[in-house]
């Protein structure tokens, strides 16, 4: 089983910056891609961004410009750097990655989650 642990959320002003780090650990034999999505109250989960092991990169429209994600393959760690935040980024993000076991079989694994929150 994969295990992935979020850190690095938090409250912050209106124009600030957050990085949140996803760890992810267990008998994990490859991480194909990497992503963040979040969740406000009332709203639907959704994605982020997303990289893959080659460093492909893909961002929600809302976040181009001002959030960028980033990974550590050796690590097996994810990171999203978030500048210029807006209250409307105050949500639940969640960690995902797509893991492949020594066993051959893969899994889709989600972390528990980190508050973000904003303040005007």
């Known amino acids: 089983q994969v295990q992935l642990v979020e850190s690095g959320g938090g409250l912050v002003q209106a124009g600030g910056s957050l990085r949140l780090s996803c760890a992810a650990s267990?008998?994990?034999?490859?991480?194909?891609?990497m992503g963040w999505y979040r969740q406000a109250p009332g709203k639907q989960r959704e994605l982020v961004a997303d990289?893959?092991?080659?460093?492909?990169?893909n961002y929600a429209d809302s976040v181009k410009g001002r959030f960028t994600i980033s990974r550590d393959n050796a690590k097996n760690t994810v990171y999203l750097q978030m500048n210029s935040l807006k209250p409307e980024d105050t949500a639940v993000y969640y960690c995902?990655?797509?893991?492949?076991?020594?066993?051959?079989?893969?899994?889709?694994?989600w972390g528990q989650g980190t508050q973000v929150t904003v303040s005007s």
């Open positions: 995902n990655a797509r893991v492949t076991y020594y066993s051959g079989t893969s899994a889709l694994a």
């Open positions: 267990g008998r994990i034999f490859s991480i194909n891609v």
């Open positions: 990289i893959t092991s080659g460093g492909r990169t």
